[in-house]
C-alpha cells in the first residue's frame, strides 16, 4: 500500500467509498466510534452499506444516524440490542435491515484472521448454539469446535488518540477496541485523530497500530 | 443456623456470597447487569483483578461526575475508573485471553441453567425479540469457572434451573456454579448439586426443582 494520506478535512478522508462497500466501524458503544467519519459518509451519499461493528447504533448519533439514513442494508454485529438501540430496533421490526449476529470474540477475530492471511479458524465459542448451526464441527483433541471465516471490509472507519504523519496510531484507554483489528481487515483503512504529529514524535515502543495498515488520517 | 440463612438472599447478599468464593488474585470477568455487585464485596486485599470484554484488566469502579472519561468505560458502557496496574488490549486480545483459558472466573446472568451447566442467557426467542449475544458465547466457553447470578425462579414461579433449557443455548455444559436467592447449587455432567439453601429447607427445594431427592 501506498504512504498514507494526511486529510485536509473528513470529506476528503471519505471519498471514493462506492455504494455496496463492506465498512468496518470501530468502537464499542460511543468509546471509540468515529462519529466524524460517519458523519461525512453521511454527507457522501453511498448507501446499501453492510456494516460490521459491535452495535447496531446508540441514540441518534454516529451509527445509528446513519442507519436512520437508510444507508444500511445489513448490520453484522455482535450486541444490537440496547436501552439506546431504538434506531435499529426499529428498522429491525420494519423489516428494513438485515442482521448478521455473530459472538463478539468471533467478530474480533474474524477480522484478526482477514488481516493476517488465515483462511479460516476452528473456534470453541457457539457450540451447540443456534449461532453454530449449519456450520463445520471439528473434533480436535477431545474439544468441539465450529469453522470460522475471516470478515474483510473494503473501508474501515476507525478513531485513533493520535497518529504521526506517517499514520501509526496510539489509542486512548477502553477507546482501542476494535480499531486495531479493523484497520488490519480492510482494503482502505481511514482513521480520523485527536491530533497528527511530525514523525519520530510517537515512542515506536508505544504505537499500537503500525502505519502499514493505514490509509489515510484526519484530524477531528 | 444464623437468621441471615433462614430467609432468601437479597441480590447484595446473592453477591457477597459468589465474592466469598473467588479466589484471592483470580482474574475474573462480570458480566452485565447485577454480576457487576460483586466486586463491592471483594475483601481490600483480594488482589483480584477485574478482566472487561472491551480490552482492559483492572477495572475500577464506576466513575461519577467530572471523573465520567467517555473513553474508560465497562462491558455495560458504563463509565468506569481505572486501577493501578492497569492494562489495555484490543478486542482480539481481549477474547483470545478469554479463550485461551487465561481467565479464572467469569461470573453472567442467565434466563435458564440446566442441570448439567447448560446456559441461556443470551435471547428468549420470541417473536420480535432482537438476539443480542455479546461476549456472552466467548465468555461462556472461555473462563476456567463459570459462575451464574440469578433468581432461582421466573416472575411466574417457574424454576430457572432445569433439567433442559428452552431457550437457545449460549454455551453447553460451561456452568459449574449457580448462585441464587434460595440457594447455591453445583451444576455439571453429574448434575445439579445442592450446595446451600437459603430460606427453604433442601427437601422443599428438590421438590419444587424437580430434583431426585437422593443427596449426591
Redesign the interface.
Known amino acids: 500500500m501506498s504512504a498514507t494520506t494526511v486529510c485536509a478535512d473528513v470529506r476528503e478522508a471519505v471519498a471514493g467509498i462506492p455504494d455496496g462497500a463492506t465498512v468496518l466501524v470501530g468502537g464499542f458503544g460511543m468509546a471509540g466510534m468515529p462519529v466524524a467519519l460517519i458523519d461525512a459518509l453521511i454527507q457522501q451519499g453511498a448507501t446499501d452499506l453492510t456494516v460490521v461493528s459491535n452495535n447496531a447504533g446508540n441514540g441518534d448519533t454516529g451509527l445509528a444516524s446513519l442507519l436512520a439514513k437508510g444507508r444500511v442494508s445489513k448490520m453484522v454485529c455482535s450486541f444490537p440490542r440496547q436501552s439506546d438501540s431504538w434506531v435499529f430496533d426499529g428498522l429491525y421490526l420494519a423489516g428494513k435491515i438485515e442482521l448478521e449476529v455473530v459472538p463478539q470474540g468471533n467478530l474480533a477475530e474474524r477480522m484478526r484472521a482477514a488481516g493476517a492471511g488465515i483462511g479460516a479458524f476452528f473456534c470453541p465459542t457457539a457450540v451447540g448454539t443456534p449461532l453454530a448451526e449449519g456450520k463445520e464441527i471439528r473434533e480436535i483433541d477431545g474439544r468441539t469446535y465450529v469453522l470460522e471465516y475471516p470478515l474483510r471490509g473494503d473501508v474501515a472507519l476507525v478513531a485513533a488518540h493520535r497518529a504521526d504523519r506517517m499514520g501509526n496510531l496510539v489509542y486512548r484507554k477502553t477507546a482501542r477496541n476494535f480499531g486495531p483489528v479493523m484497520a488490519a481487515a480492510a482494503t482502505t483503512t481511514i482513521a480520523q485523530v485527536g491530533s497528527v504529529v511530525e514523525i519520530g514524535e510517537l515512542d515506536p515502543e508505544v504505537v499500537v497500530t503500525p502505519s502499514i495498515y493505514v490509509d489515510r488520517v484526519v484530524v477531528t | 443456623m444464623s437468621s441471615a440463612l433462614t430467609r432468601r438472599l437479597t441480590k447484595d447478599q446473592i453477591a457477597a456470597r459468589i465474592a466469598a468464593d473467588i479466589p484471592a488474585g483470580s482474574f475474573v470477568n462480570l458480566g452485565i447487569g447485577k454480576p457487576t455487585m460483586v466486586p463491592d464485596h471483594l475483601g481490600e486485599g483480594s488482589g483480584v483483578v477485574l478482566h ?5 484488566l483492572g477495572m475500577g469502579p464506576l466513575s461519577a461526575g467530572d471523573a465520567i ?5 465497562n462491558a455495560g ?1 458504563e463509565p468506569v475508573t ?1 486501577l493501578p496496574g492497569a492494562a ?5 486480545d ?3 485471553m ?2 485461551g483459558g487465561h481467565l479464572d472466573v467469569c461470573v453472567l446472568g442467565a434466563f435458564q441453567v440446566s442441570h448439567r451447566g ?1 446456559l441461556a442467557n443470551w ?1 428468549t426467542g420470541a417473536p ?1 425479540a ?9 465468555l461462556a ?2 473462563a476456567k469457572q463459570v459462575f451464574v447470578m440469578m433468581t432461582l425462579f421466573a416472575k411466574d414461579g417457574s424454576p430457572k434451573l432445569v433439567p433442559e433449557c428452552t431457550y ?5 455444559e460451561c456452568v459449574g456454579r449457580v448462585y441464587t436467592d434460595h440457594a447455591v447449587l453445583e451444576t455439571g455432567p453429574g448434575g445439579a448439586r445442592v450446595v446451600e439453601t437459603f430460606g427453604i429447607t433442601e427437601a422443599d427445594l428438590r421438590e419444587r426443582l424437580g430434583l431426585k431427592q437422593t443427596a449426591s
Open positions: 472487561t470484554e472491551n480490552g482492559r472519561d467517555h473513553d474508560l468505560t458502557k481505572e489495555y488490549f484490543h478486542h482480539a481481549s477474547f483470545a478469554m479463550r447448560d435471547h420480535g432482537i438476539p443480542a449475544v455479546g461476549g456472552a458465547m466467548d466457553i472461555g437457545p443455548l449460549t454455551g453447553v
